[in-house]
């Protein structure tokens, strides 16, 4: 499992946009970085703010992260 082929494409143009101003979700550095805050703010349901994350993608996240979050 891999930042560019598994998490990334989760991130829509609209999601990177409205999170821009903390970090980039588009840049493996980053998302690191901020992974566990990312997967709890996804897992509350106060991000992303219009669309809720399917189990199965939350699921991805969080074995990408116990995984060693590769890039």
Do not use: H
């Amino acid at each position: 499992m891999s930042f560019e082929t598994d998490i990334k494409p989760m991130f829509r143009e609209e999601d990177r946009d409205a999170m821009e101003f903390v970090f980039d979700l588009w840049k493996y550095d980053d998302v690191k970085e901020n992974a566990e805050l990312i997967y709890q703010r996804i897992e509350d349901g106060s991000m992303p703010c219009d669309l809720e994350w399917t189990p199965e993608q939350l699921a991805t996240l969080r074995q990408w992260i116990d995984d060693g979050s590769q890039p």
